[in-house]
């Protein structure tokens, strides 16, 4: 940021001279549950409801940390194969006790071993607290139960189309618009 800024300086923002920026780069450490690539590309332009008019596009590299997966990476930043290990081990702890406990037991291994040691001292209730309350079960499982069925709903519209029947009677079928029922054959699997 501090580059992006600087390269404003002693400049007149109002020319109608092109300012050149420095070239943006956007990646995000994926460490979730759920199986992933070790590398993938991720769209903005995915998201979007409409595809028609797509007047701007982000392209997002997603690096999946996880255990086996970008060793090389985990290997020249010690902090991000640390954190990793403090996942791990919160992940494994969560399976037989609650999470506070997994979390509390998991940051005092870690310091003890010193893995985020100089972090987790100086930062300690900060982890913890993060660790526990960003993590919500009961909304994770609520989302996935919505996910499922808003999937179920899709491959029975798109059986339905692929059956020969049109959006205009899917809508009237299943009492939806027939903008929903066109939005959802157009969604990705």
């Given amino acids: 940021m501090w580059k992006l800024l600087k390269s404003f300086i002693g400049k007149d923002v109002y020319s109608s001279k092109r300012i050149m920026l420095p070239t943006p780069k956007f990646i995000t450490f994926y460490n979730g549950v759920e199986k992933q690539p070790e590398r993938r590309i991720m769209k903005l332009s995915d998201s979007f409801e ?3 008019e797509v ?3 982000l392209t997002v590299v997603q690096l999946n940390i996880n255990p086996g997966y970008n060793e090389d990476l985990k290997k020249s930043c010690p902090t991000l194969y640390q954190y990793m290990q403090y996942v791990e081990k919160v992940r494994t702890y969560k399976e037989n ?10 940051v005092d291994e870690c310091m003890a071993e ?6 987790l001292i100086k930062h300690k209730a900060e982890a913890i607290q993060m660790s526990i309350f960003e993590y919500d079960e009961e909304l994770h499982k609520r989302t996935l139960l919505e996910e499922g069925i808003e999937h179920g709903i899709r ?9 020969g029947l049109e959006a205009a009677d899917i809508a009237k079928l299943l009492d939806e618009s027939e903008e929903d029922i066109k939005r959802m054959l157009d969604l990705p699997e």
């Fill in 50 to 52: 409409r595809k028609d």
């Fill in 55 to 57: 007047n701007l596009e």
């Fill in 97 to 106: 006790m609650p999470i506070e406990e997994a979390v509390g037991k998991s």
């Fill in 114 to 119: 010193g893995i985020l040691r100089d972090f």
């Fill in 155 to 163: 491959r029975t519209i798109r059986k339905m189309s692929e059956k």
